[in-house]
């Protein structure tokens, strides 16, 4: 193993170019550590006062980066930063891309267990990462005006979006049992729903999958969000291994605030959504809530149980 600084994290300074390329080039492999300074008021690249004009990597560090992968040589990326960068530029140009944000103390031997391989991945992303450091996503609950469209001439969707993640294994989801299609049910406003999908281990060695349930309501007396993550479930599952998951969705996880001030469940058509991620489906349900508005207080369903079960 072979080390080269390259750059700082900020600054014009591109002396170190020339090692570190040197270095990569004879290397199986290149492990490219980029990222922030934490500091404050302007003392660091991100932290309170730290802000930034666009999501561009710091001072030369895309530069460096552009040197190392035209070595030909796979680079992975490991990114210690306090806030996501934009990173369409080197889309299907890395060998992988490892989002470790500021990971504290223990930081290093975490992010060491994912590249050797010793931990096997199953994070998924809080937030969006961008594809261009101007046309930047907002949260993911964004109403439909903020997706793509011709409302707007920058398209905002995200290179990775919030719920990605990847593994060193692979999963199937099977046997779903909903109303796929042009099937739609029909609930109360406070009535509930159930879908099922059997989730199994497809690798050769052990994983976590997270199974992401997320409600779309595409008419309201309000803008709604365009997805909202309503559920999900993390399985650690063996090579192999499969498991039963059941989501008990309720009427209640629909509820909104009105105009009038008031929480409420309204009527109307709903579709649930699964999947590995906000923007990835893999198997949607379409209700039609039915009755009078209906409105919830204090006591009202705050989470989608899902309920566990084996296989066999």
Do not use: K
């Not at 099937?183 to 999958?209: F, K, P």
């Not at 008031?262 to 991620?277: D, F, N, T």
């Amino acid at each position: 193993m072979t080390f080269a600084e390259g750059c700082g994290v900020r600054g014009p300074d591109t002396a170190g170019f020339a090692e570190a390329v040197a270095r990569a080039a004879e290397a199986d492999v290149c492990v490219a550590v980029l990222g922030d300074r934490a500091g404050l008021f302007g003392r660091g690249t991100s932290g309170e006062g730290c802000d930034v004009a666009d999501l561009r990597l710091p001072g030369v560090q895309g530069e460096l980066l552009d040197a190392l992968v035209a070595t030909g040589v796979p680079v992975v990326l490991v990114l210690l930063t306090g806030r996501p960068y934009a990173l369409g530029r080197w889309h299907g140009r890395l060998g992988a891309a490892v989002q470790a944000f500021f990971p504290g103390e223990e930081g290093g031997p975490a992010v060491a267990g994912v590249l050797s391989g010793r931990v096997n991945p199953s994070g998924r992303l809080p937030v969006s990462v961008p594809r261009a450091p101007g046309g930047q996503p907002w949260t993911y609950l964004q109403p439909p005006l903020g997706l793509a469209g011709e409302v707007s001439s920058l398209d905002p969707t995200p290179l990775y979006p919030f719920g990605h993640g990847r593994s060193y294994t692979t999963f199937a989801w099977e046997d779903f049992t909903g109303d796929e299609g042009d099937g739609v049910t029909e609930i109360g406003t406070d009535g509930s729903y159930d879908l099922s999908l059997t989730v199994r281990n497809t690798g050769d060695r052990a994983g976590a999958e997270v199974v992401q349930l997320y409600l779309h309501d595409p008419v309201a007396s309000v803008t709604r969000p365009d997805v909202r993550l309503t559920g999900y479930r993390r399985l650690e599952l063996a090579p192999g291994e499969s498991r039963r998951l059941t989501f008990r969705f309720h009427a209640d996880l629909s509820c909104f605030t009105d105009r009038t001030g008031a929480r409420v469940v309204e009527p109307g058509a709903l579709e649930l959504r699964l999947g590995p991620s906000s923007a990835e489906v893999r198997h949607t349900a379409r209700l039609r809530l039915t009755g009078p508005v209906r409105a919830v207080g204090s006591e009202r369903t705050l989470r989608c149980e899902v309920e566990e079960s084996e296989t066999g």
